[in-house]
């Protein structure tokens, strides 16, 4: 066996609340913008995580990553930080930063990505609703 | 012609997006904590909810429709949708007021909203809300 590369998934999942708004904008423009998100009293999702590791398989583990471990990296990084919670009021994150499933999906990664071998590329799919999803980085 | 000789079931499925929490205020945080555990988290969290509703009764024999689909759409969205979608459910929606903000009320009062609206041959079946892919109740209004 050579050093095919293969891509292994891990999903995870998180439930919660967010607004959609921009501090230095005033209510009239927020609401042009964002609509039915900026609502100040919040809404929320079922957030539906995606985790995608590309590297070689291992000859000894037959491994790219022990999905065993990935997953609990995500439980320990990701769902815990955000699962059942305010992204705008919960969250060091998303104190400043807007919480579209954009950013969501970039903070994620920036979250895993120093806790991944750098042999193995990460890849990040968010879905926010099951029709509205983001990937990062792109292709 | 007897009541639902063919009977049939007829489903339309909405979706909305909105923030709740499950807090008793007449009890602690602390209560709170100990029963709802991450749901009582007092800045709210929210959901993707799936709303099917089942209708039933016998096919109008000159249009083979129970009732039209599109009048069943209507109805579920000015009575429950507009009301629901991007909201927080314990703040914002009428019906809900005084309720604690379960799925379990949450479906028994989309019946209310939805059941007295119905053409009248056609009665409601089922409210069927999923909180989550994996969580969901089911209401048939008894």
Redesign the interface.
């Known amino acids: 066996m050579g050093q095919e590369k293969v891509a292994v998934f891990r999903k995870a ?1 998180f ?4 607004r959609l708004h921009v501090m230095d904008w005033d209510e009239q423009h927020n609401n042009e913008v964002f609509g ?2 900026n ?1 100040p ?6 957030y539906e995580l995606v985790v995608k590791v590309t590297g070689p398989v291992d000859p000894v583990t037959g491994f790219v990553v022990d999905l065993k471990w990935l997953n609990e990296l995500i439980q320990q990084e990701i769902i815990q930080r955000f ?4 992204l705008n ?2 969250t060091l994150e998303f104190k400043t930063l807007i919480p579209t499933a954009e950013n969501i999906a970039i903070v994620i990664y920036q979250i895993l990505r120093p806790k991944l071998d750098l042999a193995l590329d990460l890849q990040v799919r968010l879905y926010e ?2 029709r509205n999803f983001v990937e990062f980085p792109v292709a | 012609m007897s009541k639902f000789l063919e009977m049939v079931y007829l489903t339309r499925l909405e979706h909305f997006n909105a923030a709740h929490k499950l807090y008793n205020p007449n009890w602690t945080q602390q209560h709170n904590e100990a029963v709802f555990g991450l749901c009582a988290n007092e800045n709210w969290h929210g959901h993707n909810f799936e709303l099917f509703v089942t209708v039933k009764g016998d096919p109008d024999p000159d249009t083979g429709f129970l009732m039209d689909v599109k009048a069943l759409s209507r109805i579920v969205n000015d009575r429950v949708i507009e009301a629901l979608d991007h909201k927080n459910l314990n703040i914002e929606v009428p019906f809900l007021q005084g309720k604690m903000c379960t799925t379990e009320n949450l479906a028994m009062a989309i019946w209310e909203q939805i059941a007295p609206h119905l053409p009248g041959k056609v009665q409601l079946h089922c409210i069927k809300l999923y909180e989550t892919p994996r969580i969901y109740v089911e209401y048939f209004g008894d």
């Open positions: 999942h439930n919660a609340a967010h039915k998100c609502n009293h919040f809404h929320g999702h079922n699962d059942h919670k305010n009021l919960d609703t099951d």
